[in-house]
């Protein structure tokens, strides 16, 4: 509900990736077919390009190495797909970075290093509100907020149970169909694991929107599951029983979504409340553009909020004004003027200018 509009390239890979995957499975494919599961693919990896890759690795092990999707337009569509969300990410490696693995480090470097870490546990903590966990100590978790995660361990399961049983017991009309539903909820399966995997063992910190690929692949086994529940309570003489208990926990768990969602808007529009004070601060001190800003968090929003210029990482000029939270000044800005933003949300916010009157960005400024 709260990323759904949100300017984060979650969402919108989620989509790709559920669109892409569903289309993968189509029992009788034709161009169209293929031509979604390219677009879905392209969506997922221009959005964010190591989800991408994620979705389309079992997506293209599946079309060239199991007898039930191997298929040539199957392959070709998730290659092609993949390649066509990447290209725009791999052009702009080597125009600004030098290369795929120089732009690959750089990355590794801004996310704190890449590696294998615990933070599996730290899922549980992010999930009930903080919009990035980092770090996740001190924070506890709501039980609550746990609810989708519980009706997914107990949906999914019961989704995959149920259509391996349909099968078993109906007769299928089409036995040369390519597609199995039991063997089509593995491979859904498998690809939001794929998705999950690199942020639950790779990526030191968490937020709830690593997630949602996963999320949206899950989806369908579990709402397959609460069908399976509803046929089972109508077999068993209990329809309302069964309807009450879906619509509690229906309720229940758009109740936690809402408040979670009004908490962290409430929480976001003060923090974005916080940039226009600082840009306040700037102009108040005649830091107007053409300027340069640097600074230790959430450069990018403020110096846009300023109509400045936000210093890139390694740029050596010298900025016309450094904005930082709970951060001393580095040695080349330790006698520059400092002043406090006042009546901020966060606290903590300081904008640090330069001896004597502001103006355009000068080199150098020394490290």
């Known amino acids: 509900m709260f990323y759904a509009g949100a300017a984060m390239p979650n969402h919108y890979t989620a989509m790709g990736a559920a669109a892409a995957v569903g289309l993968f499975l189509h029992p009788a ?3 169209r077919t293929y031509a979604g599961i390219a677009a879905g693919l ?24 199991v007898p039930l999707w191997r298929a040539r337009g199957r392959a070709l569509a998730v290659a092609a797909g993949a390649a066509a969300g990447l290209l725009p990410w791999v052009v702009e490696a080597y125009v600004r970075f ?12 801004v996310q704190g290093g890449l590696r294998f870490t615990d933070s599996a546990r730290h899922q549980f903590t992010a999930v009930d509100g903080p919009l990035l966990c980092r770090p996740c100590t001190g924070d506890g978790v709501r039980v609550p907020a746990l609810s989708w995660w519980l009706l997914l361990a107990v949906f999914v399961p019961l989704g995959v149970w149920s259509v391996r049983r349909l099968r078993r017991t109906r007769r299928i009309r089409e036995p040369q169909a390519p597609t199995r539903p ?90 974005r409340e916080d940039w226009q004070r ?16 640097r600074g230790n968090t959430t450069v990018i929003p403020l110096a846009y909020t300023a109509g400045c210029e ?9 900025p016309s004004a450094l904005v930082l939270r709970r951060h001393a000044a580095p ?29 355009p960005p000068a080199p150098p400024a020394a490290s």
Request: overall charge positive; proline content about 11%; glycine content about 6%.
């Open 29 to 31: 494919p034709r161009p």
């Open 42 to 65: 392209a969506l997922a990896a221009l959005m964010r390009p190591n989800d991408g890759v994620a979705v389309a690795l079992p997506l293209l092990a599946a079309a060239t190495l």
């Open 98 to 109: 030098g290369g795929v693995r120089e732009r690959l480090d750089d990355a590794s470097e």
């Open 182 to 271: 039991a063997a089509a909820l593995l491979l859904a399966l498998t690809t939001a694991l794929c998705a999950a995997l690199p942020y639950v063992l790779l990526v030191p910190y968490t937020a709830p929107r690593f997630l949602l690929p996963a999320h949206a692949l899950l989806a369908v086994p579990a709402a397959l599951g609460v069908l399976a529940a509803a046929r089972w309570a109508r077999r068993a003489r209990q329809p309302v029983l069964a309807g009450g208990v879906l619509a509690v926990l229906l309720a229940a768990h758009l109740t936690v979504q809402a408040t979670l969602t009004s908490g962290n808007t409430r929480i976001q529009a003060a923090a």
């Open 278 to 293: 600082v840009a306040e601060v700037l102009h108040r001190h005649g830091v107007r553009p053409p300027c340069l800003l």
């Open 310 to 318: 936000p210093a890139p990482r390694g740029d050596d000029r010298r």
């Open 331 to 359: 040695a080349w800005a330790r006698d520059w003027i400092r002043i406090p933003v006042p009546d901020t949300y966060a606290p903590g916010w300081q904008v640090h200018l330069p001896p004597g009157p502001p103006g």
